[in-house]
């Protein structure tokens, strides 16, 4: 019995040894002069303590900052809690005590809750959540304010995150570039060119203008050689930036005017009709997305957002029996006739547009992206390349890889590619080109109706959707050949681009002026287009 006495009386003394250490450590949750200043009832006071709570850098801080954000820092005479449940701990001591029966939220007004977000930006530098940090320190940067540089340097010193120490010097250099040491504004000056930023610019260009006196604000050469080295990487990044964005929101482009083309090519190629009624048919592919997203609303909204997986084959069949339709009731009595198919197919446009109208309205309608269809992925700093963008061009690319299978592995391809060659020694041999020309109308409807779903995730759904595509559409025909699938992928993607490219220099317009005026060239030189038709119809 007499070791268990003396097992427990070392115990006993060990635990007593450390209860003062812990309250130690908890009471350096703030300095006792912040605590007071907090609980006070001076608004100065408080706005000052919350302040330098920021400036503490330390975790107490942090968590003291968190709970009066929450409005979990509560106030009892002098005393200040951070309530945790039906209990509370005590700021000062770090101990877990009841929650007195007076203790009160401790307020916050406009002002205090400004200094507090600035405070907190300051103390989320030491979360112990890596994206927190990440946040915080990306605030900071932007901020500039050389008062948080002794928070931003302590956090330096403690951050093991690679890309969150890279952001910290850059926030630790837009701190330090006011500094009256021009050691410390020459290695701000260089970080931030490192940074690629274009935010910095406006800092960097600041410190190389000529005052009243003619002379630069940066009194340092080498500041101001640094500021101008700066400025040129900063400016080249920019300059890569933007030709990476435009040529991939070209090639965004291209792949709604492939998508929208596609079908085009495959009727007018094969039967030469000008269809002007095409556009109309992208225009009941993105109204039927929008009927299948109602329908997921009402009857299934727990899978709302599949709903455009959905609507992908309604809008195909319901776009080709539309075709067919068309084909089999107007379009077969005018082949030979394109100037009656022309005024025909226009007035049928005209009439699809006016039966949605009455169906739906005159006013555009919202058709929303999936939750997997929204945001983007960020390249080369601040560039965004969207998803819905992304997807779009794999899906075109897909629809491309199934029609040219359908086009060369299967009897309806074959027959459409006999036909195309030569229509008479098709029809000749068996071939029912009646039939076949209504199933590839159809199919050309269908693919347009895919455009359709494509064009309703890009932008709002209209009567008058299809009416800015149509010409684009028969102008990606023409360029990369009648009934040629290769030309058409290289026609559609090559526009997109020149669109995009010319567009920041010269303006919409005069992009699509210099389109068209670079097509009749070519077209002058090359009339089969990009891709010449092969075949006896070609003679």
């Not at 427990?8 to 450590?25: E, M, T």
């Not at 539309?322 to 030979?336: C, P, S």
């Not at 899906?395 to 036909?419: D, E, K, P, Q, S």
């Not at 195309?420 to 199919?443: E, H, K, P, S, Y």
Request: charged fraction near 15%.
């Amino acid at each position: 019995m007499m070791w268990i006495r003396s097992f427990l009386r070392g115990w006993l003394i060990v635990a007593a040894l450390i209860a003062p250490v812990h309250a130690i450590d908890a009471a350096e949750l703030a300095p006792a002069s912040i605590l007071a200043s907090l609980a006070s009832d001076d608004n100065s006071a408080r706005n000052e303590a919350i302040g330098q709570l920021g400036l503490l850098g330390s975790p107490g801080g942090a968590e003291i900052l968190a709970a009066l954000a929450g409005g979990q820092l509560l106030v009892s005479g002098n005393t200040l809690l951070i309530r945790r449940g039906n209990q509370a701990v005590d700021c000062a001591t770090g101990e877990t005590v009841s929650v007195p029966a007076d203790a009160q939220p401790v307020t916050l007004n406009n002002r205090l809750r400004r200094t507090l977000q600035v405070a907190q930006a300051s103390s989320d530098l030491f979360s112990t959540n890596a994206p927190t940090r990440l946040a915080a320190a990306q605030r900071l940067q932007k901020e500039g304010d050389p008062a948080r540089g002794p928070a931003i340097k302590r956090a330096l010193d403690l951050e093991q995150d690679p890309g969150i120490r890279q952001t910290l010097r850059i926030a630790l250099a837009a701190t330090s570039i006011k500094s009256a040491d021009a050691n410390e504004r020459l290695s701000a000056a260089v970080l931030m060119g490192e940074s690629l930023d274009a935010g910095f610019r406006p800092v960097l260009s600041a410190m190389l203008v000529q005052g009243a006196n003619g002379s630069p604000a940066e009194p340092d050469s080498r500041v101001r050689a640094a500021a101008t080295m700066a400025i040129d990487k900063i400016d080249r990044h920019q300059s890569v930036v933007s030709w990476v964005g435009n040529i991939f929101y070209g090639v965004s482009l291209g792949s709604v005017l492939l998508l929208a083309a596609l079908g085009l090519a495959i009727t007018f190629g094969l039967m030469g009709v000008i269809n002007m009624a095409h556009g109309e048919l992208l225009m009941i592919g993105a109204y039927s997305t929008y009927v299948v997203q109602l329908l997921f609303k009402s009857m299934a909204p727990q899978w709302i957002n599949w709903y455009v997986v959905v609507a992908l084959p309604v809008a195909f069949i319901l776009t080709a029996l539309v075709g067919m339709a068309l084909e089999r009731t107007v379009i077969r009595w005018l082949y030979g006739r394109p100037l009656e198919t022309l005024l025909a197919t226009w007035g049928i446009s005209l009439c699809l547009m006016q039966a949605v109208r009455s169906l739906f309205g005159a006013q555009n309608v919202e058709v929303a992206n999936p939750t997997w269809l929204t945001g983007g992925v960020t390249v080369l700093g601040n560039l965004v390349l969207a998803y819905n963008r992304i997807v779009i061009i794999g899906f075109a690319l897909g629809v491309v890889a199934v029609v040219w299978l359908v086009l060369n592995f299967t009897r309806l391809g074959l027959f459409v590619r006999a036909i195309t060659q030569n229509r008479r020694m098709a029809d000749c041999v068996g071939v029912a080109t009646g039939r076949i020309d209504m199933l590839a109308f159809g199919l050309g409807s269908g693919i347009a109706g895919l455009a359709g779903v494509a064009l309703s995730q890009l932008g709002n759904v209209g009567p008058d959707l299809g009416r800015a595509y149509i010409v684009d559409s028969f102008m990606v025909v023409v360029l990369g050949g009648v009934g040629q699938l290769a030309g058409t992928v290289v026609a559609a993607l090559g526009l997109g681009a020149l669109n995009k490219i010319i567009e920041p220099f010269w303006g919409a317009v005069i992009a699509k002026i210099v389109i068209l005026l670079v097509i009749v060239l070519f077209v002058q030189k090359r009339p089969q287009g990009l891709f010449a038709p092969k075949g006896r119809s070609v003679e």
